[in-house]
């Protein structure tokens, strides 16, 4: 069969129903804080447990259950449960641009934004176009609304940003309606099992507007989650279960994906950690965990916390992703960025792109049949001759061979003879290759669209800063 399947396990089914039924005692017991009359409302409605008083919205059991009964029953996962697919790459938005050759950080600009928007129209294994930075040369009451009109202007790639403020959400939605596009807020939980007054009153102007909601936990193990990997797993399944509750309250859709951005803390710092073993073990609880759920389930794997392009860095991308994508995990952490949200690095999304491109190879196998086994041509060859000038080889090599555009694997004399150009240097050629001219990009929609995007933009821009 062509194709990768596999099968890693860290929880035994026991222990999952242990997970399970604690995070149902906790989103009963003790649920999660919503400072929201409204959604309070339409979480009492549809089965919650409410306090108007304390602001608490309690969910019981048997009501959790049946939800999740009705899901995996209407939502049957009708693929291979071993079949392993390729993954693709996402951006989240970063507050600094790291060069990785001078080693200095900066504020993102303007400027960042679209030359980001140029190089990901390249990149095929990075599916959609979100912001690479906060432009700080930007009002920063209105970045996110500018840079939504520069995504929809110049991105032939849908994308976004985190939204900041129920205001601009308003204008963002108008222009997205004038796209034709349905928007999806990051409808995210603070934990341990809260929810901020701002994304309550964005989750019901999306939701009242005919838009989506997503959501993405992200415990911190040891600081805002228990130490252990299995305390992490459970108030991380508290969240996620709560969190879906409470889109289907707002919106009267189930979005069934146990998706999230948990880690570990680093108890030497209190830094988050984005590259720590936890994070492979995460990944393969993840897995496991939405399978039974009958949900989809994605990690924040393939992360560093290496501020450079060092063995560190992609070790630790490697490792976690490998072990969460083989247990079942369909999506990886946002690519591109230096550290554990330290900055955006444009050359790391290449590299990015190019390992992608790697796994893609990896998980699709290789076919086996008849004229592939070259039983044949091996006979016919003989003992001690060559396949290089055979025609078999000629036919078969494109798909037999990946041929990097970005790793090396010359010999160490023609490295020598090159000027021992490191990946550093051919990741930054290539990013200047590919945004050449970025500066003076045509918008990739009709001109009357774009007079129709900039005057909702304007018009946002000078209600909310005047």
Request: aromatic share 10%.
């Amino acid at each position: 069969m062509k194709g990768l399947r596999a099968k890693i396990e860290v929880l035994t089914q026991e222990e999952i129903m242990m997970i399970h039924k604690a995070a149902l005692r906790i989103l009963e017991q003790t649920g999660m804080s919503m400072p929201n009359r409204e959604c309070l409302r339409r979480c009492e409605k549809v089965g919650a447990v409410v306090d108007y008083e304390k602001e608490i919205m309690r969910i019981p059991a048997s009501v959790m259950e049946a939800l999740l009964s009705d899901f995996k029953k209407n939502n049957p996962m009708d693929s291979d449960p071993l079949q392993r697919e390729p993954v693709k790459g996402h951006i989240s938005t970063q507050v600094f641009i790291v060069d990785y050759k001078t080693k200095q950080r900066r504020y993102g600009l303007a400027d960042d934004l679209l030359k980001g928007i140029a190089l990901v129209q390249h990149l095929d294994n990075i599916a959609s176009c979100n912001a690479v930075c906060v432009p700080s040369d930007v009002d920063s009451r209105v970045t996110d609304l500018y840079t939504y009109l520069q995504l929809y202007k110049y991105s032939k790639k849908a994308g976004g940003t985190y939204i900041l403020t129920p205001e601009t959400a308003q204008y963002i939605l108008d222009m997205a309606d004038c796209m034709g596009r349905k928007e999806y807020y990051l409808f995210e939980s603070v934990s341990p099992l809260r929810f901020r007054k701002e994304a309550l009153e964005m989750g019901l102007i999306f939701a009242d507007r005919g838009h989506g909601l997503s959501i993405a936990p992200m415990v911190m193990g040891g600081s805002t989650g228990p130490v252990t990997i299995a305390g992490v797993m459970t108030l991380l399944t508290a969240e996620i279960l709560g969190s879906l509750f409470s889109c289907y309250a707002l919106t009267g859709s189930f979005p069934g994906f146990y998706g999230h951005g948990s880690h570990s803390t680093d108890p030497s710092t209190l830094l988050c950690s984005f590259g720590s073993p936890n994070q492979a073990l995460i990944g393969i609880a993840s897995a496991q965990i939405g399978e039974f759920y009958g949900m989809y389930a994605g990690s924040n794997s393939a992360l560093s916390d290496a501020l450079q392009l060092d063995f560190q860095c992609g070790f630790e991308k490697a490792s976690s992703m490998i072990f969460s994508c083989l247990a079942g995990t369909v999506s990886i952490g946002c690519q591109g960025i230096a550290g554990a949200d330290q900055g955006f690095s444009f050359e790391q999304l290449v590299i990015d792109n190019e390992w992608l491109d790697a796994y893609r190879h990896i998980v699709s196998g290789f076919e086996v049949n008849e004229d592939t086994i070259a039983e044949e041509l091996i006979n016919t060859v003989g003992i001690g001759g060559n396949f290089i000038a055979e025609e078999h080889t000629v036919r078969y090599l494109r798909q037999s061979w990946w041929n990097s555009k970005l790793f090396a694997r010359n010999d160490w004399d023609a490295w020598k003879t090159g000027g021992f150009v490191d990946l550093d240097a051919r990741a930054h050629e290539k990013v200047e290759a590919l945004t050449a001219g970025y500066k003076k990009m045509e918008p990739v929609i009709p001109p009357e669209k774009v007079e129709e995007l900039e005057k909702i933009a304007e018009k946002g821009i000078m209600k909310i800063t005047k």
